[in-house]
DNA sequence: TAGCCATGTCAACAAGGCTGACGTAATATT
DNA sequence: AATATTACGTCAGCCTTGTTGACATGGCTA
């Protein structure tokens, strides 16, 4: 039980004691972790005149290209009037392609066109480095602990939709 | 280098082989828990006509009782005008305590009362349960590099300000 | 005393959520 | 074949929460 200030106790295998104090610590992280998460994109957006919910869009187009609208939809839990306002400028834009359905002549299949991947491959890379820096400077045991803990964090159905995003990303 | 499928590659003591692919698994992970992280407060501050902005402001005041406005905004990261809205309600409705400062009277010293007590802890409870699920269901190793990689990924000046919430909240 | 500081406030605007309603093809069902 | 459902787009209007700019009031400070 001798842990270091804010350290976590444990007892046993797998039963933690975390304490009040312990756990707002964590939404506190939490919240000022994704501040920064979001902040380097956020920049290359403004200059652009985008939004975060066009980087969404970009990067779940990206990571399933000839995904549908109503996939898309769910994927990332806004209404359909909301993800259109934002999808039309990028459709007019020219940075992604809205595609009929060769099956199904009613779903629209959406690609990122060349400008369209190039915005998007700035975007991450200005993201990913963050990442990457925050996951050297922490080590890969830190790594495997972060990503655990975040998918325990999600809710089953986001869940599902995190794993099926990497099966069709092959 | 024999990692299973999605794995960290590991080389020496801490020199990571990230992937891309890893990278912007990371960034859904982090999208998708971060919205689990706020689903059931949301829930709760619906029900009261709350947003989210409430809920961050009545955290914080409850983690440094008798923070300054100036101080809180720097915490919060947005505009007084902004904060000023969300705190004029929280007073009106009896949530907040807004006391003139003793040494310096251009101050305000924040607090919450009984009634913001109750509901920063019905906040907070359904969030830290959420937390503690996936703490537990992660294990202890897995906490730690969670925490490690979230404060590697915050801005220096948030960094700071995070230790300080810690230091102060004792 | 002059000037800066902490705070509050008014006004106007934008992004990006939401609901509700309606239209149009195209597919599915009966 | 007729009907119902689905996928998508769109219009209109609303809300929260962020922004900028301007201005007022006390209270510190040099």
Known sequence: MADGPGGVSQSGETLLFLTDDQLRRAIEAMFFAY???TADPDLILEEQGYGRAHHRALHF?????????NNLLATLGVTKQSLNRVLRRLIEDGLVDSRIGALDKRERHLHLTTDGATLERELSEVQTARMRRAFRGAGPDAVAGFRTVLEEMMDPEMRRRYHRIAESGR
Chains 1, 2 share one sequence.
């Open 35 to 37: 501040r920064g998460f």
């Open 61 to 69: 187009i990206h990571r399933s290209p000839g995904t549908t609208v």
